[in-house]
């Protein structure tokens, strides 16, 4: 029997390399549903791939131009719009499972609507778990959902671990998640304020989206994972460590209480990561290169803990600041890291301005305990505002 899947941000890059193992496993998976926000030719070129049931453009103008597209090329996708038909796709009876790559805080929605319904997850969006916290770790559980991690860190710790999930805190003593350290790990942290956003976007190993490539240029994203890894995992912040491994060929690590590390090893693809999550527990292949250790056998580790390191990356403190801080304080970090991010690729504030609204932002709000999704909502809407103005406030001083 074929799987349905909906893929939820299909138009972006972990969408697509989703989509073209599902073409090469055609056998195995069906496409229930693909959602996008503009990208309105790429779109209709993946409907015309895929043939899915149902299409999503989070714009109304840009549901409406594809709807009269695929109509001309006489294809039969049903288009909806808007942020309700995201959670539509989401928790539909007909999928079985789903695909969360919307980036940023946008997804969390659809993610618990998916989760709600026991579908099982593939959770490539990260924010969900950073904003969502406890509150998207229940709907998993009420739901009866399978949560998989896609992000590469995370995939690997998951498979490193055993597969009982109820001994994981006997035996772990720590997660070392690996960093490639992005484009800038050799760069003189006083030259940071002249980064462009062509340049912190030029990732040395990995493919990515503009906005995740800057979280990683600023190892932001690297902030997040620990985040994330707190609640996947069910491990103290004080458990987890970030190390920086430039050829990005581990891509995580489990200490285990006897001492034993488990890696789990492969090429900067990911594809590796995705298909494990759409197969699991099975393997299949996914289309990437095999490491040759005949030819590439050079792996190095860096500190984070080098002053130097510290002064380029100081982002990566917020996590274990933002754990230990009141429940709904991670909201707070990603909603300013977004707004920042979004700032600096618009030329509105400098590449080492992100981190001084974030911190600005953080000192600003001080969060309630969030007991819904409307509560979550809040106070990303909060932190959004105050980050604008600690922006206006940097803009206004030069």
Sequence with gaps: MKKNLTVLGSTGSIGVNTLDIVARHSDR???YALTGATQVDKMLAQCAAFKPTYAVMVHEAAAQQLKDRLQAEGLATRVLSGPQALNDVACAAEVDMVM?????????ASCLSAARAGKRLLLANKEALVVGGELFLDAV???GAKLLPIDSEHSAVFQALPEDARTWPDVVNKIILTASGGPFRTR????????????????????????ISVDSATMMNKALEVIEARYLFGIAPEQIEVIIHPQSIIHSMVEFVDGSIVAQLGT????????????WPDRIPSGADNIDFR???QMTFESMQEPLHQKRFPGLALAWEALKAPSGTTAVLNAANEVAVGLFL???IQFDQIHAVNLATLSACLPEKPRSLEDLLEIDAK???????????????H
């Design 268 to 279: 900067p693809d990911m594809r590796m990561p995705i298909s494990y999550g759409l197969a």
């Design 295 to 297: 030819k590439s056998t």
């Design 29 to 31: 998976y069906n496409v």
């Design 346 to 348: 618009a030329g509105d």
């Design 383 to 397: 932190a959004r505002i105050k980050a604008n103005q600690a922006a206006t406030k940097m803009l206004k001083k």
């Design 188 to 211: 003189e942290p006083e030259d940071f304020h002249s980064i462009t956003p062509e340049q912190a976007c030029a990732h040395p190993n990995w493919v990515m989206g503009r906005k």
């Design 100 to 108: 969360a790559a919307i980036v940023g805080a946008a997804g969390l």
């Design 141 to 143: 559980q009420q739901g």
